[in-house]
């Protein structure tokens, strides 16, 4: 990776999360590259801390309960972290932009969807009128193939995936240096998640945006991501390019998932899925959070604090016996 | 934009249709519950010293000697044609002549209390609701809590003990001008406020967690307008449905307030006839007060088509992704 | 309907398998709702004082000087003091002992005629629930046309009808709350999924009994049951309104609202006659206003934080 050309980073971010008077460990340390232009996907369990990565960079995680604890988000050379409220406004829906998981909820669902594109429009171009506004919005519906007469209706005479498109045009009407996708296909059906998924990918390179992809889908990773990071219970605990992960991954939660997958190729009766559970947030185990399931797993890997490695050059990985374990 | 006037055009006739068949139905049902009263409304009205001839005249003249089907419908041909509700059996007064002077009063007090309710009760709940578990939520609150719990008719006691017997601010009953009205109408609507104030807060905390609420912030949409233009109109959304809710306990209520302070409106009219077991009173009242509950309901219907263009659109032809 | 699209599609032996799944699950479920509702210190207390003025009202009187009807003509009118705790009325009746009788007029009257509009709201809701299709269309038609007249002018026309008494104003308090139980209980059905309950229990040869009370029912309720623990509280105040207004309960038995209802006119003189009934309607009210709020967010827990 061309560190000159990174144009989001995030380093050491730690959020909790307090419910109950227990303190929820949600991200413990992560950071992250992306460079301009590139996407990275952030792959994880449900519950692994990606949305609030995603929300921390864009500061709207509702406080309380949740807490950024420390770390940097650079954006472009700026750290959003020292920005205050007002300027975060502007930031947001402009330079960065987010794609929510779930279309059905992601849409105020008494606007018309016109309306909605073209107040991010106004809000970040106050010379706009409402009707410079509103027509922009129809381009932007254009744009993700809706057709723009169907913007004075509202999200719930669209269907699934046009909702998802209807949440794409918003987040890149006013061109953003920065996508957040979180999960957007997942409530999708199949054959929509394909087409979205190259929409995103057309969009973004002719805008030449940035994207952090979250996803639980490898799939989604491999057709669409330059690079990789694997967090694990708010850890990052692998990263490099696509490449590095989907052939020479490294870390034992990678291989975990990988022998998940379903082959084709191979006539297998069960699937592998990695045994045991997702650690409780609030009770994490000590040293390396993987450890209760890891299969090679030692008596120091209960204990340390694992340093992340560099396997090959660019290519990260956290785990103590990966120079034992690499074959 | 001018389908959407057209849209709210067929949208509102069809609401006045249907209240039309509303009204009808509830006649019949009115009627049916007063026809089955167990007295012999002959005996009633004459005492036990009538002879049978004279009740047997009686009942011939009041038409109850007639099949249940001749009397519906005599009755409601009457009412819907001839705007008439028969006539007192104790004053002989057509029974419309004399609710036509009541009416207005009761309407008042009817309106006035709606309006007080949703005026004072939305903020307060939004109120609350912003400040969630902070002092202003919990006063809020409680204050509710304990409004909702303290019967109306208690507290316009209460009110007349205080404000006309104790300071003489206020006259304790009667009618005249506006100051007659104001104990009544405080007494009636507080449950109200405290009603809605509740479901407007509870209503605000569930809009709140709404994932459209988030995709606003992140749109970068001031806190401000967050909760103006995002939260507000989908929280009142249940808020409407429960102002009809309250509109007929307030109606209702209205027997009792009107009772406490003596106003002549047709609640009172309604419980004189009670009394007196003058019947067609009874039943011209309730159909009345019925009848203003169904219209008030309208409007709100109305008013619930503006706020959630998902009940208009049902009139547009045409619906979109029904299925995922 | 889109709901029921979806599960439409869902296998069909998933269900017989899943019936004594069903059945563990919604006892664990009841069992967290009960844990939930007994962290709630407020709903707790409400509990705590309805049960207690509940058990006061039923045992109290027996330890009571004054019997309930009892006029002692020299004590007329007296203020509150150590031989009448809340004062005496115009007929030299103790205040106190009245109200402790009162109390099981209202708590059971309320309880009573929240429980029956529940029943009658129940058996019509899962009828309808069952046969759906068009009786369901014009079943809602007819409720449209029930719940157009407002709840407290039934009860006032239905008492004038019924005549005074315990179960008739028992039934007059109960029948304005039922529209709303059966609007509540189809929405449920509906979100549910009609079809599925039918599919199930086809399967199993179930008797369209047994469908609706031991397949529909356990499944549609909690809704339903928040708003009816609501509801008493409503209901006590539509009664004392009721004997208030001379209809309900009848003097001389000490009903709050009746007792309310005796003393409007001398509230100038002797306010402790006025103040002490409507306290006590306020304070169940309340108490059970809290317990229904406890329940609701027991059940419902997303709402509280």
């Not at chain 1, 502007?90 to 330079?95: A, E, M, P, T």
């Not at chain 1, 947030?281 to 209760?292: M, Q, T, V």
């Not at chain 2, 004189?272 to 309208?298: E, H, K, R, W």
Request: proline fraction near 5%; hydrophobic fraction near 45%; glycine fraction near 8%.
């Amino acid at each position: 990776m061309d560190d000159n050309n990174v144009f989001l980073s995030v380093n050491d971010l730690v959020v909790e999360y307090t419910s109950d008077k227990k303190i929820i460990y949600a991200v413990n340390g992560v950071s992250l590259k992306l460079e301009k232009g590139k996407t990275l996907g952030l792959v994880g369990e449900t519950g692994a801390g990606k949305t609030t990565i995603a929300k921390s960079i864009l500061r709207i995680l509702p406080d309380p309960p949740a807490k950024i604890k420390s770390g940097q988000c650079i954006v472009g050379g700026e750290d959003m972290m020292q920005k205050t409220e007002k300027e975060m406004l502007d930031i947001r829906g402009n330079k960065i932009s987010m794609i929510f998981q779930d279309p059905m909820t992601a849409l105020n669902p008494i606007m018309t969807v016109g309306e909605q594109i073209a107040e991010v429009i106004k809000l970040h171009d106050k010379s706009l009128n409402k009707k410079q506004a509103f027509a922009k919005a129809m381009d932007a519906l254009e744009m993700v193939g809706i057709k723009a007469e169907r913007g004075g209706e509202f999200p719930f005479q669209f269907s699934g995936g046009m909702k998802q498109r209807v949440v794409i045009a918003m987040a890149l009407a006013s061109n953003p240096e920065l996508l957040l996708a979180d999960e957007p296909t997942t409530a999708l059906d199949v054959t929509i998640q394909a087409q979205i998924l190259s929409m995103i990918k057309e969009l973004q390179q002719r805008q030449n945006t940035s994207m952090l992809l979250i996803t639980h889908d490898l799939g989604v990773v491999a057709e669409t991501c330059d690079d990789t990071a694997v967090i694990y219970a708010g850890e990052i605990v692998e990263s490099g390019s696509k490449e590095d992960i989907f052939d020479h991954p490294a870390h034992p939660y990678t291989i975990g998932l990988f022998a998940a997958l379903p082959k084709l190729n191979e006539e297998t009766d069960r699937l592998n899925p990695i045994k045991g559970m997702t650690p409780d947030p609030s009770e994490l185990p000590e040293g390396c959070k993987f450890h209760p399931r890891c299969e090679f797993a030692e008596k120091k890997c209960k204990c340390e604090q694992i340093p992340m490695v560099e396997v090959s050059p660019g290519h990260f990985c956290r785990c103590c016996r990966v120079n034992e374990l690499e074959r | 934009m001018k389908a959407g006037t057209n849209r709210m055009g067929k949208y509102i006739l069809n609401r006045l249709l249907w209240m039309i068949f509303v009204l009808v139905g509830t006649a019949i049902v009115i009627f049916t519950i007063m026809y089955f009263i167990p007295k012999d409304i002959a005996k009633v009205l004459l005492g036990s010293s009538a002879t049978q001839a004279e009740l047997a005249s009686l009942r011939e003249r009041l038409g109850l000697n007639d099949p249940y089907i001749v009397q519906l419908l005599r009755y409601l041909k009457n009412v819907f044609t001839k705007f008439d509700l028969g006539k007192s059996y104790i004053y002989n007064v057509p029974v419309m002549q004399e609710l036509l002077s009541r009416i207005p009063r009761t309407f008042f007090i009817g309106c006035s209390v709606i309006l007080f309710d949703s005026l004072l009760g939305i903020p307060l709940g939004l109120m609350a609701g912003l400040n969630q578990n902070k002092w202003q939520d919990a006063l809020c609150m409680v204050l509710a809590l304990i409004f909702v719990s303290v019967p109306n008719f208690w507290l316009a006691l209460q009110l007349v003990d205080i404000f006309a017997v104790k300071l003489h601010w206020l006259p304790a009953f009667g009618i005249g001008g506006i100051k007659y009205y104001i104990m009544p109408v405080f007494a009636a609507f507080v449950s109200g406020v405290a009603t809605n104030a509740r479901q407007m807060r509870s209503s605000l905390l569930d809009v709140t967690r709404a994932d459209y609420i988030t995709s606003a912030r992140a749109k970068g949409v001031s806190e401000r307008n967050v909760v103006l233009k995002h939260m507000l109109p989908n929280a009142l959304i249940p808020v409407v449905t429960g102002l009809g809710v309250g509109l007929g306990k307030s109606i209702a209520g209205s027997v009792i307030i009107e009772t406490v302070f003596t106003i002549p409106g047709v609640g009172m009219y309604l419980l004189t006839g009670i009394n007196n077991a003058d019947y067609p009173v009874v039943q011209g009242s309730i159909i009345i007060l019925s009848f203003f509950s169904a219209l008030v309901m309208l409007l709100l219907d109305i008013v619930y088509a503006q706020v959630d263009p998902r009940i208009k659109a049902q009139y547009s032809g045409r619906m979109h992704g029904v299925t995922k | 309907m889109k709901e029921k699209k979806h599960n439409h599609k869902k296998h069909n032996h998933e269900n017989h398998i899943h019936e004594e799944q069903i059945q563990v699950r919604k006892k664990s479920m009841t069992m967290i709702t009960l844990k939930r509702l007994s962290e709630s210190k407020t709903a707790m207390i409400g509990l705590g004082i309805i049960i207690l003025i509940f058990l006061v009202s039923l045992i109290g009187p027996f330890f009571c000087k004054y019997g309930v009807n009892e006029m002692i003509m020299a004590d007329r009118c007296l203020p509150p003091s150590a031989k009448h705790w809340f004062g005496t009325d115009t007929y030299g009746r103790d205040i106190f002992v009245r109200l402790l009788y009162g109390g099981r007029y209202s708590l059971i009257l309320g309880i009573s005629g929240s429980l029956f509009g529940l029943a009658i709201g129940v058996v019509l809701g899962l009828i309808n629930g069952y046969i759906g299709g068009a009786f369901d269309n014009i079943f809602m038609r007819i409720l449209d046309i029930w719940s157009a007249i407002p709840g407290t002018l039934l009860a006032v026309l239905i008492s004038t009808v019924l005549g005074p008494g315990f179960f008739n104003t028992m039934v007059a308090l109960s029948i304005g709350s039922v529209p709303l139980i059966i609007r509540l209980l189809r929405g449920r059905i509906l979100s549910v999924g009609h079809e599925e309950f039918l599919e199930a229990a086809t399967t199993i040869n179930a008797s369209p009994f047994r469908i609706m009370f031991k397949h529909m029912l356990p499944n549609v309720i909690s809704p339903v049951i928040v708003n009816t623990t609501m509801s008493v509280g409503g209901v006590i105040l539509e009664a004392a309104a009721l004997s208030y207004i001379g209809l309900g309960i009848q003097p001389p038995n000490p009903e709050w609202g009746a007792m309310l209802s005796d003393a409007k006119n001398y509230a100038t003189y002797y306010p402790w006659m006025l103040l002490f009934p409507g306290c006590a309607i306020a304070l169940v009210v309340l108490c059970i206003n809290l317990l229904g709020d406890g329940l609701r967010d027991a059940i419902d827990p997303k709402l509280k934080k």
